[in-house]
């Protein structure tokens, strides 16, 4: 892969558009496509808007602007007609989440493109290795997961499949690297390093909600103000879109062949179902607009702690379960945790500053009361405690 070989996007969607920026802040010719017209002159319009507000604010001179959007050509895609990707070093889809439009658009690519040339998929939850078996040599298929926005968040996760070659892996993560991005490594397995070990954080207050422990503002409150994440869980899935988050619960939960620790909440698909998506349509767990007032949390104390301790040791239980599964190495999950989600510390990290015996003797007690495999401890605290062991020490 050379230096300023075309990159090429397939996706003119916000990701995709974001994408298309990064590779030509680098200096590569970017050729950004579309099945939909309209896709591609709002990713026009707003690639430019992006730059003018760069300049701005002063992080970009007007000639880079320039120099940035006229590295950036536009191809509308018709009728499966991936010509103008034919000489693409690299071409990176960032589509609908489906597994069989993705695996069109790769077999059609795979016919397209120069052998030597690498197919990227941008997914966040689908199998790699089942998008490149469309091709007919999937060693050089490779997940390429970036976060969004992609202008601005750092994290990128490099995902081999089953058969995706050492040669590929290197390439893509050393193009990326260069472009200022921070590369995680991770097994090609449901949600890979962020999305697994995130459930969660989503999935845990969606429980506490539930429950009646407490109500939407104060669990925010508490992970916010008691535990340093930056957006609480609920203000984080009103700013996704609660049918995106949701349907990425849902695609982890299946992949898992329907273990209960992945289980979507029915508040959030009821949600979904009433339309109530968050802030893009002015309601979700929250109500948005000029006359809304934000509700008050209760800022018990001890009622926060106690919400913390119970996702916090949820969230370390995901990621040791990772490093017990071989998902990726302590230092990237950690590294993933705190650059892809914004994460106050990385959780291993954090399970030794609160001990392990405690994150597990919160689990145990978890599991005594409910009574669930939900909340089953990884076998590798259990471990880490019979032998007096540390994640770094």
Known sequence: ?????????????????????????????????????????????????ALE?????????????????????FATVANDDYSGFAGAGLVVEAIVEDLAVKREVFSALDGVVTPDAILATNTSSLSVTAIATACLEPGRVVGAHFFNPATRLPLVEIVPGYDTSTATVGAVKALIDSWGKTTVVAKDTPGFIVNRIARPFYGEALRLLEEGVAEAATIDWAMRELGGFRMGPFELMDLIGLDVNYAVSHTVFEAFHYDPRYRPSLIQRQLVE??????????????????????????????GQSILDRVLAMLINEAADALFLGVASREDIDLAMTKGVNYPKGLLHWADEIGVPTVLERLDALQREYGEDRYRPSPLLRRMVRNGRTFYG
């Open 1 to 49: 892969m050379t230096p300023r070989m075309t990159v090429g996007v397939i996706g003119a969607g916000a990701m995709g558009a974001g994408i298309a920026q990064v590779a030509a802040s680098a200096g590569h010719p970017v050729v950004l496509g579309d099945v939909a017209p309209e896709a591609i002159a709002r990713a026009g319009a707003g690639l430019r808007k």
């Open 53 to 73: 507000r760069e300049v701005e604010k002063e992080r970009l001179r007007p000639d880079e602007a320039e120099g940035i959007l006229s590295r950036v050509t």
């Open 274 to 303: 009433a339309k109530r998506l968050g802030r893009k349509t002015g309601k979700g767990f929250y109500e948005y607009g000029d006359e809304r007032s934000a509700p008050e949390p209760n800022r018990d104390h001890e009622l």
